[in-house]
């Protein structure tokens, strides 16, 4: 059994289509298939099955899977060890949500890594759903993941399938962002039915676990705008917030650094599903190391500084 076929099942497993999985790995679909009819024919029963969500495992290949993970989690602890024995190099590896104060963090703890040895820090922006798959495919280390709350059932009932550990960094109420010229900005209260009236911005990847396959895959915040931009490059936003004042999107607090640059403010606006939580996540095995803990100080700072900030 060759290591390389369990990360194309993995990959099968995530995009729920070999065609997509075909494509995320640079191979032709027939081949993938053939790989993965080969891989099932010597293993004696079947891995995946198609539904009408597509490509699922099967009982058996969810068990398949799991014992696929782990093996090549050892590798990757296996390969490490050189990493270990060349402790010149500064490695570190996270995938994160698109937020202000973790972009912040980040750029804190590199600019402390000791330039006189080597560095290596892999650093990926992308959705929560994404973010988990990176960790069990041995992708990425550390991550974060960011959930409403009234879908944190769906996000730890994945997290334990797939044997992820995790700690709450941060609840919190996403907050308006704005132009400082936008219509709305001097107000003394904003209410949601007004600002409702105005384009909202917000990330066209946005996916929750188990229900990522339904016809609402994406994400509504609320459900009744009828005036939407998704985008899917996290500079962008500032660009259009600042350029076009009509516009506005949700988000977590921000420094007045970002607000300052941008011409921009947080304003609060009571509306559901507003509630939301960022969660630091890992495998259940592994074990943080000393630089890893640095950079959790450096988040925990981070977030300190906006946390607490007055909000109109």
């Not at 390969?79 to 190099?89: G, P, Q, R, V």
């Not at 750029?107 to 798959?133: C, H, P």
């Not at 990425?140 to 879908?151: A, C």
């Not at 409702?196 to 996916?207: A, L, Q, V």
Request: proline residues 2%.
């Amino acid at each position: 059994m060759n290591t390389k076929h369990l990360k194309y099942v993995i990959e099968v497993e995530r995009t729920c289509s070999i065609s997509q999985a075909a494509e995320n790995l640079f191979m032709g679909q027939p081949t993938l298939s053939k790989i993965i009819k080969e891989l099932e024919d010597s293993l004696g029963y079947a891995i995946f099955e198609r539904t009408s969500r597509g490509v699922s495992p099967t009982q058996k290949g969810q068990e398949f899977l799991i014992y696929a993970r782990n093996i090549l989690q050892q590798i990757e602890k296996m390969e490490a060890l050189s990493e270990t024995a060349n402790s010149n190099i500064q490695n570190f590896s996270i995938s994160i949500p698109r937020a202000c104060y973790i972009t912040d963090a980040i750029v804190k703890f590199i600019a402390d890594l000791d330039e006189s040895r080597g560095i290596n820090v892999n650093v990926q922006e992308t959705n929560s759903f994404q973010v988990i798959n990176n960790i069990t495919d041995g992708s990425f280390r550390l991550g974060i993941i960011r959930y409403q709350i009234e879908y944190e059932n769906y996000f730890f009932d994945y997290l334990m399938e797939k044997q992820l550990q995790y700690e709450i960094l941060w609840e919190f109420e996403h907050l308006a962002l704005m132009s400082t010229n936008h219509p709305l900005a001097q107000c003394d209260k904003i209410d949601y039915e007004e600002l409702r009236e105005f384009t909202e911005i917000s990330y066209g990847e946005t996916i929750i676990p188990y229900l990522m396959q339904s016809n609402n895959s994406r994400i509504n915040n609320n459900g009744k705008t009828s005036k939407h931009i998704y985008i899917y490059n996290w500079s962008s936003q500032y660009d259009i917030l600042s350029t076009i004042p009509t516009t506005y999107m949700w988000g977590s607090p921000i420094s007045e650094k970002w607000l300052t640059k941008y011409n921009l403010m947080q304003r609060r606006c009571k509306a559901s599903g507003h509630r939301y939580k960022d969660v630091f996540i890992y495998s259940k095995d592994y074990k943080l190391s000393a630089l890893e803990y640095k950079f959790i100080d450096k988040l925990s700072e981070a977030k300190n500084e906006v946390a607490f900030k007055e909000y109109r």
